[in-house]
């Protein structure tokens, strides 16, 4: 998807954006504040101009991917079918412009042509447990936190919110980083230390078989901790130097990958707060779980402009994966439905319980496979109604009627969502800036793999043009 770049900006250009994305999200509140499971409840449909359902009305999934999302399939000719309104084509363009881009600056053959669950860039050992997904986001983070360490002289690695320690591995033992590893799950912290000794035992067995690969130095596994990280409270643990500091002291790189909601606010405020942190390389995830207030806004500016609030409805849709809806809106696949089908199994549920709103339902399998009724029947069930409560056939059948408005409509809040996460991400830009920290936002990971793929990196010293340096990908 197209947008802006962060790096291109200059600090009173990222307020102004700030200020820009405030009015916009006001003016289409509606659109996000929505619940489409609400659809047919709250007449959705209905609430959009006449013009936009005439334009979108009868767009199938592929045509709304092409012309609304702005994501041809490969080779196709953008054509509409009719003239658009301008407030809609108001709207997609705005949409595209004010949102940061998330298409990375390096060009290289994707990593997984040769096989699709295993990069051709990380060896076997570091493959192994790791799903294609992490091994692409572990290789990209982690090659950039070395570039970042050696720019600013750090003499150790903090991975905050580390789980199984896939990152810290390859960090410490594919990279040669000083690594502590932080998390607060003990299971998931004895895991990495079983994986690590796997690890371990697979390179030995390498290097026998192929002493060229003989590692140079020592290595070092990560050093791994449990402890849940306070987002109100400094991590004495988090600051602890694992070796006796150098001459020049100790100087940490802090890291997350998606640390989630408040996990990455604890970094940006360790970063802040605390000398010995002089490097930071974040990626967020999970916005809905940010705490109100706390998590957002934490910037002087963002927090004084008129509609900076962000609900929980429309931080949750800014978690959503664009690029993945569109190739399934380019596939048309029966899975499309359903949004319409648990739609109207919302009207059967206030019609039964008109208290009981926007209910929980636990996944039923195969939906595309089943007809309305058969999946009303079981959502009822799931939520504690009779089943057998008598149906409207020939409503339902009119509501499945509507299956690609329905779409349209979550394509329209889905086109919106970007700016959502950019006003998060560039609140935390400006809030480091007002304390006058250097920080940038990079796209590092490819969005088709990892959507949640903008890493915010700050440092304590001006790195001017070699903020470019880690945009780079590694030719090895």
């Not at 790791?130 to 990209?140: A, D, L, T």
């Not at 690969?213 to 004495?236: K, Y």
Request: hydrophobic share 40%; net charge neutral; glycine share 8%.
């Amino acid at each position: 998807m197209p947008g802006i770049s962060a790096r291109g900006l200059s600090h009173e250009e990222r307020r102004q954006l700030a200020v820009n994305l405030t009015r916009v999200l006001a003016l289409y509140r509606s659109i996000l504040d929505a619940y489409i499971i609400e659809f047919f409840t709250d007449n959705l449909w209905g609430t959009l101009p006449n013009s936009w359902q005439e334009a979108l009305d009868g767009l199938n999934p592929p045509q709304l991917a092409t012309l609304l999302l702005g994501m041809p399939g490969e080779g196709e000719v953008v054509r509409y079918r009719s003239v658009w309104p301008l407030t809609l084509l108001a709207l997609k363009s705005t949409a595209y412009a004010l949102a940061f881009t998330r298409t990375p600056g390096f060009h290289t053959p994707s990593e997984f042509l040769e096989n699709p669950s295993q990069s051709s860039r990380l060896t076997a050992p570091f493959r192994k447990h790791v799903r294609p997904k992490k091994q692409h986001e572990i290789r990209r983070l982690g090659e950039l936190v070395k570039k970042l360490s050696d720019l600013t002289g750090c003499t150790q690695v903090v991975d905050v919110g580390s789980g199984q320690g896939h990152l810290s591995r390859f960090m410490s033992l594919g990279l040669g980083l000083v690594v502590k590893s932080i998390e607060g799950d003990q299971r998931l912290v004895e895991r990495a230390k079983r994986l690590d000794q796997e690890l371990l035992q697979a390179l030995e067995k390498e290097e026998r078989r192929n002493p060229q690969m003989v590692q140079t130095g020592p290595r070092h596994s990560p050093h791994h901790v449990v402890r849940w990280v306070d987002p109100t409270a400094l991590c004495e643990e988090l600051l602890l130097p694992l070796e006796n500091p150098h001459q020049g002291g100790t100087r940490l790189l802090l890291t997350g990958l998606h640390a989630c909601g408040d996990l990455s606010v604890a970094l940006l405020r360790h970063f802040s707060c605390c000398p010995e942190v002089v490097a930071l390389a974040s990626v967020g995830c999970c916005y809905m779980k940010l705490s109100d207030p706390g998590g957002y806004p934490l910037s002087q500016w963002v927090a004084g402009l008129p509609g900076c609030e962000l609900p929980y409805r429309l931080r949750e849709g800014a978690c959503h994966a664009l690029e993945e809806y569109a190739e399934r809106l380019q596939k048309a696949g029966p899975g499309l439905r359903t949004h319409c089908y648990r739609a109207a199994l919302e009207t059967v549920i206030r019609r039964a319980q008109p208290e009981l709103r926007r209910p929980g339902v636990q996944g039923i399998p195969r939906v595309h496979e089943l007809k309305i009724e058969e999946y009303v029947q079981r959502g009822l069930q799931r939520v504690g109604l009779d089943p057998q409560l008598p149906l409207n056939l020939a409503a339902l059948r009119g509501h499945q009627a509507q299956e690609n408005r329905v779409v349209a409509f979550f394509s329209l809040a889905l086109l919106l969502a970007p700016l959502v996460e950019t006003l998060i991400l560039l609140d935390r830009l400006l809030y480091l800036q007002e304390q006058g920290f250097h920080a940038e936002l990079l796209p590092i990971f490819s969005p088709e793999l990892s959507p949640r793929n903008l890493v915010l990196v700050a440092t304590k010293m001006p790195l001017g043009q070699a903020f470019s340096v880690l945009e780079t990908e590694d030719s090895r």
